[in-house]
């Protein structure tokens, strides 16, 4: 076990208003000798005092992102009754109308949130084994019936971004003090979502209103291209909200529950919401990429010792996907999840939905 356990990390990162890292990984992509062990520790340095960092030097083509906000358009500019023919399923794909999340908005002294969402997983052909076994998580894509072109756009963009995200995963472990591969074989088919939401503006003074209320994800890694239009803000480790804004050419990241449990709360899961007050509809287009459906979440040997312990008992990926979606979605509500016994004292209460 490394000696730094729990350390802070050295690297000081560009910072995006002063807050927010700037990781550039256009050198660990072309394998620079050094630039794998530089971002990483960046990236360190990012999850241990914020939790999101900007994603400069990915290698994506920006007609690609355009590509995907012009389809997520093209999704809800359909008529209702277009988008409810692929009305959200129990394997959370398809479109979820406004007020379909965040069953315990109340708690927070909040609306619903005002926005509405399509999601899209792995591609999958009936024959799947995954399929024909009414696996959850692993159904088929519902497609809409008439935009030419609409389903190679969203497949292009998640297949280069499932890519992407199976390199990245190899700083994420340097950056835990462990081999480069630890994370492989958890990220062969890795979970993955795409999200295409639409966010109609919302009145500024009203501060019951969240176009997405304030949340935590529940995975392993989030990645939102640029987006022209502002919204997103994450709350800082000190309680601040703070402003994203955008920069050009680079994704915004962050961690989820998964990575916070994974990693003994030594990675942070950080807070955010959005709320569009551009005047202006704010599409986002989400890539969720998480580990394999049967991988085991269990401490890290890097993230504990005899003076801090566990804090969380192993769980399978996919158990906790579903405990988390169900807390999550209005679709979800009366899904069969995990006993109690399965979920820490502090998940329980609070969800990690805040």
């Not at 023919?85 to 909040?110: C, L, R, S, Y």
């Not at 998480?290 to 005899?306: F, G, K, R």
């Not at 979605?329 to 805040?354: C, D, F, N």
Request: hydrophobic content about 40%; charged content about 25%; aromatic content about 10%.
């Amino acid at each position: 076990m490394p000696q730094d356990l729990g350390r802070s990390a050295v690297a000081s990162p560009t910072m995006i208003a002063g807050e927010i890292p700037l990781i550039d990984v256009g050198d660990f992509l072309a394998g620079k000798p050094g630039a794998a062990e530089r971002a990483a520790a960046e990236l360190r340095f990012a999850f241990e005092k914020v939790g999101f960092y900007y994603l400069a030097g990915h290698g994506i083509p920006q007609s690609l992102i355009d590509a995907g906000y012009e389809a997520a358009a093209r999704f809800h500019a359909q008529p209702m009754e277009a988008k409810l023919a692929v009305k959200v399923d129990e394997h959370t794909i398809g479109f979820m109308p406004t007020a379909g999340e965040a069953p315990n908005a109340k708690a927070q002294g909040k609306r619903p949130s005002q926005n509405e969402a399509y999601f899209l997983r792995r591609e999958r052909q009936p024959d799947d084994p995954d399929v024909l076994s009414g696996r959850r998580f692993h159904a088929m894509n519902k497609w809409p019936a008439d935009l030419p072109g609409f389903r190679d756009t969203a497949l292009t963009y998640m297949r280069t971004l499932e890519a992407l995200c199976r390199k990245l995963v190899r700083l994420y472990a340097l950056a835990l003090d462990l081999p480069a591969t630890h994370f492989d074989a958890c990220f062969t088919e890795p979970h993955m979502i795409l999200r295409m939401s639409r966010y109609p503006v919302i009145d500024g003074e009203d501060a019951r209103t969240d176009s997405l209320v304030p949340h935590t994800d529940s995975g392993f890694m989030t990645l939102l291209p640029p987006n022209k239009v502002p919204g997103l803000s994450i709350q800082l480790p000190d309680g601040r909200w703070v402003d994203a804004p955008g920069v050009d050419g680079a994704f915004v990241v962050n961690g989820g529950d998964i990575l916070h449990r994974w990693t003994n709360e030594r990675f942070l899961s950080t807070p955010h919401r959005v709320r569009n007050v551009s005047g202006q509809i704010r599409y986002a287009i989400p890539f969720f990429c998480d580990p394999n459906h049967d991988t085991m979440i269990e401490c890290l040997p890097t993230c504990q010792s005899a003076e801090r312990p566990a804090k969380y008992p192993p769980i399978k990926f996919g158990d906790y996907a579903l405990w988390f979606a169900a807390q999550r979605y209005q679709h979800m509500q009366k899904v069969p999840t995990l006993s109690a016994s399965e979920i820490s004292p502090g998940e329980r209460a609070t969800s990690r939905w805040r």
